[in-house]
């Protein structure tokens, strides 16, 4: 079992249907952290919490340490949103950077 | 400020040959994680690299090594390469620590053929 669980892993929305995606771990973590990845690969950090919201244009993140969930809103989605999303966290345990990641959330955005 | 850069972008071996793959971090970055992605495992990670020195490793076999040099770049080597190793290699650098951001490379495609 994933120490980082997501959901959902599949989502299709239309143009401007407001989303949301979800992360839960197991364990205290140092950071959340929700990650972009486009086809291709290349992977982009959006938002890094460690505790109450954070704001960039549409998107949201939430992250709530006692009950160990998080979540990730996209407001007026677009097709350019399409793309996999990543939860990863820095378990409390770890030293460094190391990462352990969700799943990832497949979002489809059609117009 | 230049991004995190690797190299090769894309590769393909044979069963048995042995691959190395750079990693350049963010100019001031000293931290270097190494994470493999597959369609079956997702992401996982396989070792990190701080001040020329392994921090951190994750459940990997001991035919995936790595090293740091004085300028912070890193390398990962695949020796023995197997039908399986075939994956995205991604490399991220950060400053050292939970509180700060990783910023990742584009990754190395591996196809081991």
């Known amino acids: 079992k994933n120490e980082v669980e997501q959901s959902p892993q599949n989502l299709t929305a239309q143009e401007g249907e407001f989303i949301t995606i979800n992360c839960s771990y197991s364990v205290g973590i140092s950071a959340l952290h929700w990650l972009q990845q486009h086809p291709g690969g290349g992977i982009v950090s959006l938002f890094m919490?460690?505790?109450g919201k954070k704001k960039h244009g549409r998107l949201i993140a939430t992250i709530n340490i006692q009950e160990k969930h998080s979540s990730l809103h996209i407001t007026a989605s677009h097709p350019r949103d399409s793309a996999v999303y990543i939860c990863?966290?820095?378990?409390?345990?770890?030293?460094?950077?190391?990462?352990?990641f969700g799943e990832g959330t497949q979002l489809t955005v059609n117009p | 400020k230049a991004g995190v850069t690797q190299t090769p972008r894309y590769l393909i071996k044979t069963r048995g040959q042995q691959v190395t793959l750079s990693c350049s971090p963010i100019?001031?970055?000293?931290?270097v994680s190494w994470y493999q992605q597959t369609p079956g495992q997702g992401l996982q990670f396989l070792f990190e690299?701080?001040?020329?020195?392994?921090?951190n490793k994750g459940n990997f076999p001991g035919r995936f090594s790595g090293r740091q040099f004085s300028n912070s770049r890193s390398e990962m080597n695949v020796s023995t390469l197997e039908l399986g190793d075939s994956a995205l290699y991604l490399c991220a650098s950060s400053l050292w620590g939970h509180q700060y951001e990783q910023y990742f490379g584009p990754g190395t495609r591996l196809t081991v053929t």
């Open positions: 100019s001031g970055h000293r931290s």
């Open positions: 690299y701080f001040s020329e020195t392994q921090r």
């Open positions: 990863a966290v820095s378990f409390e345990e770890t030293s460094g950077s190391r990462l352990t």
């Open positions: 919490l460690s505790s």
